[in-house]
């Protein structure tokens, strides 16, 4: 069974950073392209940041570009998003996101439960 969780949200002041953890387990990641999302009430889910392996390459949306960093420790199957000089605006729940293609036609993706961060201004 593939579980992606999510820990290492809550409340923080603006300017403060927080770092989200992505624990994956009956996956190996650097298999799955890997990435963050965010979703605010009413909203749909907004791609935050990317991995690809085994280049290791990256890609932020304009947002949170240069001070945000996602990571990954593979031989521990974690990975982490890194978010400095936090604003309200970065307030929503943070996804963790697994996906890989199959064949032409067909993906294979998977879905952490979410998990809150609140930033106060």
């Known amino acids: 069974q593939v579980q992606l969780v999510e820990s290492g949200g809550g409340l923080v002041q603006s300017g403060g950073s927080l770092r989200l953890s992505c624990a994956a387990s009956?996956?190996?990641?650097?298999?799955?392209?890997m990435a963050w999302y965010r979703q605010t009430p009413g909203n749909g889910r907004e791609l935050v940041a990317t991995?690809?392996?085994?280049?290791?390459?990256?890609n932020y949306r304009e947002s949170v570009k240069g001070r945000s960093t996602i990571s990954s420790d593979n031989a521990r199957n974690l990975m982490f998003l890194q978010i400095d000089d936090l604003k309200p605006e970065d307030t929503a729940v943070y996804y963790c996101?697994?996906?890989?293609?199959?064949?032409?036609?067909?993906?294979?993706?998977?879905w952490g439960q979410g998990i809150q961060v609140t930033v106060s201004s």
């Open positions: 996101y697994a996906r890989r293609r199959i064949d032409s036609s067909k993906s294979q993706e998977y």
């Open positions: 009956g996956i190996t990641i650097t298999h799955y392209y």
């Open positions: 991995i690809t392996f085994p280049t290791g390459i990256t």
